[in-house]
Nanobody
């Protein structure tokens, strides 16, 4: 069992930066691939980024490539999402998730956090 808790969301002007954190409980964090998804009002949840259990492989949605960076610190049971050059269209609730593989398929992930709101203002 893994419990996830996100933090770091907030309101930021277009072009600004935020860093999200997701802390996992349990001793098996390093066995899981981790991912970030987001859900904007009235839209379906979508993939943002994923990272392998070792941190050696990362994957990004085209919409955030070059602006967002996913990373992890297994010693701290934490995964991060550094978001730079934020745009109004990045406004959403951001969720972290844990699964066996770092893929973009929502149904693959067994564990989810409660989400943290990110709002980009124009």
């Amino acid at each position: 069992q893994v419990q996830l808790e996100e933090s770091g969301g907030g309101l930021v002007q277009a072009g600004g930066s935020l860093r999200l954190s997701c802390v996992a409980s349990g001793r098996t964090f390093s066995r899981y691939a981790m991912a970030w998804f987001r859900q904007a009002p009235g839209k379906e949840r979508e993939f943002v980024a994923a990272i392998s259990w070792s941190g050696g492989s990362t994957y990004y949605a085209d919409s955030v490539k070059g602006r967002f960076t996913i990373s992890r610190d297994n010693a701290k049971n934490t995964v991060y999402l550094q978001m730079n050059n934020l745009r109004p269209e990045d406004t959403a609730v951001y969720y972290c998730a844990a699964g066996r593989l770092p893929i973009a398929t929502i149904a693959h992930y067994n564990y989810w956090g409660q989400g943290t709101q990110v709002t980009g203002s124009s």
